[in-house]
Structures are given as C-alpha cells and as structure tokens.
C-alpha cells in the first residue's frame, strides 16, 4: 500500500467510529477519499483507489464508483487555482450567470475543467451558503462574496 502512514493513521481512527465489521469499515471511504484528495496532489489518482479499495477490503471499481459519483471528488488533476462558481438559487438570481461566463472568458477554463496553460480549474457547485452575500466563488478554497465582474477579473488577475 503507497498511501503515507500518516493518513492509513487517520484512517484507522476513522473506522472506530463505525459499527465493527466489514460494513461499517466501507463507511469510512467517503471521508478517507477527501483526506486523499486534500493531501495527494488534490485528485483521486487510479493508485489511490487501489489503494483504499485494499485499505477498506472493497474491489477498485467499487471505490472509483463513490469517487466518480461524487462531484466533490477529482479524478484529473486539477489546475494550480480551482475557481468554484456557486450556481444555487440566491446566487443565480443576482449574478452567478454572468460570473461563471466571465470566468470562462478569462481563464480559458469550461465548466469542470482545466484551462489549456494548466492554471485554473473551473467548477459550478451547489450552495456554499453565502445567500445573503449572493453571488459568490470559492478561489482556493477562499470564499469571495459579494462578488462583481470587476471583482472576479481583478481575483483572476492575481492568480495569473
């Protein structure tokens, strides 16, 4: 197994908190599939899945099956700035359209995907739970709120 002491840890913790047996063990997967994410590079590689899948004694596909259910979870790489565009009811009404145009425009980025220079992944999410302050993005992993075209351009701007 390549995954680093340090998460097959964690994960061990992690299953106590599950009925013992078999079962209870594969409740753990979701969790351990974001620490894999968060601390390997960001995706779910297909050796990651080999991984957990003999970590939590599934088969592979039954771990890729959880993975790519998921929208959360990447299974290509990602850009050095992922840019998510929350797409929900409040955020629609005042703007979302207009912001994840204009991040197209800018990034060169489609929707749920990376950008030919490697710099930005873009994604549509669902609610992050910024309704009042509609309309919003989460740019790694940093809410901005509140948000205006010139507002986008200038965070874009940043990242380039």
């Not at 797409?87 to 980025?109: F, M, P, Q, W, Y």
């Not at 309704?131 to 993005?137: D, K, L, Q, R, Y």
């Not at 200038?154 to 990242?159: F, H, K, N, T, V």
Request: aromatic letters at 6%; hydrophobic letters at 40%.
């Amino acid at each position: 197994m390549a995954l680093p002491d340090n998460l097959i840890a964690e994960f061990d913790e992690l299953v106590k908190n599950y009925p013992e047996g078999k079962q209870g063990k594969r409740s753990g997967l979701i969790p351990a599939l974001h620490r894999c994410q968060e601390d390997l590079g960001g995706w779910i590689t297909p050796e990651i899945m080999e991984d957990l899948a003999a970590y939590f004694d599934l088969e592979p596909a039954e771990v890729y099956g959880v993975a790519s259910f998921y929208p959360m979870f990447r299974l290509t790489p990602p850009g050095k700035n992922v840019i998510k565009v929350c797409h929900n009811i409040s955020c629609d009404l005042v703007g979302a359209r207009e912001v994840l145009a204009k991040a197209k425009e800018l990034t060169g980025a489609e929707v749920h995907g990376t950008s030919a220079d490697g710099k930005f992944t873009l994604e549509v999410v669902e609610c992050q739970g910024c309704c009042a302050t509609a309309p919003m993005i989460d740019l790694n992993d940093e809410y901005h709120e509140n948000l205006t075209l010139e507002e986008l351009e200038r965070l874009i701007g940043e990242c380039q």
